[in-house]
């Protein structure tokens, strides 16, 4: 078995997360990653002790953002340091940033400084806000730069309350998919043109990009999407949210309007066949507050598992509102490989990236366990040509981290 991206190098100076995730993806399929990082480790390594995020003893934001990966610690302060990443990105593919503007140009490692040491590389960055503009060197975070500056907050407000908060990293992973995207088509070109490039990604394109349905309408003039509360919703069997007796939610989304006689079937409300208020697709739209008020009625009366058995039973297009809990042990999920043990741990399982490749003997790496902060800097440096000695000088002026 082979993995399509073996023989990869990838020298990653990144932090947090979105970045740190696409050269996961990267690595998942065969990339030789090598993280480098400050002595004391990128800072969400630590992300399970922030205030807010679910409290446990196992740095769990790691394994999404660090697996399968190589550590080398540089103080990229440090003269010493900035000759060692030179060296490391010398004979690499693919140097993968998201550092501002002003650091890559103090720490030494813009597009130009690493393209003067290695013309054919592909040169990924990834920022909050894209290249030009006002806002180009401003700080930008997926919860500021993907949700809320993109549209997407307000759109997701629910009506008459107040935002609601993104799922931590959401915007991130996202962006991190299409930073791989560009890396993969810089890597393409390079590919039949032997020539390098410059790729890029920003939070806010990405927002904008997830909310290009109501973007693009704005765009024509269009005025914004009404909001509702639940109950008032004005497509009663396509996207219409109900509320079960154990209090659970579904949401039902037949398009086909000839697939309503599988609703009534499913819960043998016969009673509704012949309601004229609903016979054709005009007329359910005229009475939808009617129709959505005799569905809730509906499936108010059973339990989820009960809603569940029978709309399944007749072929509605439905889904259980499912907690992140009930995700990890969601059979359908667990067969399609969505939470791979990650090897050297106790059982710890992780997140599979998004991207499946098959056939020809091709297969994806199973994830690795994280390395410690600075785990490969001594084996790396010496592979570059670093004596003992010039390692030992180098630890103890701080230049670089040793193994903690």
């Not at 309007?257 to 004229?276: Q, T």
Request: one cysteine or more.
């Amino acid at each position: 078995m082979s993995k399509i991206l073996e023989g990869i190098k990838v020298v990653e100076v990144a932090s947090m997360a979105a970045a740190p995730s696409a050269t996961v993806i990267l690595a998942d399929l065969g990339a030789e990653v090598i993280k480098v990082e400050p002595p004391m480790g990128d800072l969400w390594r630590y992300g399970n002790q922030v205030a807010g995020m679910p409290p446990s003893k196992i740095p769990y934001t790691t394994y999404i953002q660090n697996r399968t990966k190589k550590s080398v610690a540089l103080n990229l302060k440090d003269p010493k340091a900035q000759e060692v990443l030179a060296k490391l990105a010398a004979d690499c593919d693919v140097f993968l940033t998201n550092s501002p503007r002003k650091v890559q140009q103090a720490l030494k490692h813009t597009y130009d400084d690493i393209k003067a040491i290695n013309p054919n590389v592909v040169y990924a960055w990834i920022n909050g806000f894209g290249l030009e503009g006002p806002d180009k060197d401003a700080p930008g975070f997926d919860m500021t730069a993907w949700y809320a500056r993109s549209g997407m907050m307000e759109e997701l407000r629910p009506k008459d309350s107040d935002p609601v908060p993104l799922p931590v990293g959401g915007g991130d992973l996202n962006t991190a998919t299409a930073l791989f995207g560009a890396v993969m088509a810089g890597l393409y070109h390079r590919e039949r043109t032997g020539q390098g490039s410059f790729v890029s990604t920003s939070l806010l394109n990405n927002g904008i990009w997830a909310n290009s349905s109501m973007m693009q309408a704005a765009l024509v003039g269009a005025p914004a999407m009404q909001k509702f509360h639940r109950t008032e919703w004005p497509n009663p069997i396509s996207g219409g949210v109900y509320k079960t007796k154990d209090s659970r939610y579904i949401i039902i989304v037949e398009l086909n309007p000839n697939n309503v006689d599988n609703l009534r079937d499913a819960f043998g409300a016969d009673y509704l066949k012949g309601d004229e208020r609903f016979a054709t697709p005009e007329l359910r739209a005229k009475n939808s507050a009617e129709l959505f008020a005799e569905m809730q009625k509906i499936v108010g009366e059973h339990d989820l598992a009960e809603v569940s058995k029978r709309l399944k039973a007749f072929g509605v297009n439905f889904s259980v509102v499912q907690t992140t809990e009930e995700c990890t042990r969601d059979e359908h999920m667990i067969a399609n490989g969505c939470f791979p043990e990650v090897e050297g741990t106790d059982g710890i399982r992780t997140i599979d990236s998004p991207i499946q490749i098959q056939g020809n003997g091709l297969e994806k790496v199973k994830p690795q366990n994280p390395p410690a902060v600075g785990e490969h800097t001594v084996s790396q440096l010496t592979a570059l040509g670093y004596s003992e000695e010039e390692i030992k000088a180098m630890a103890e002026a701080h230049a670089i981290g040793l193994p903690r």
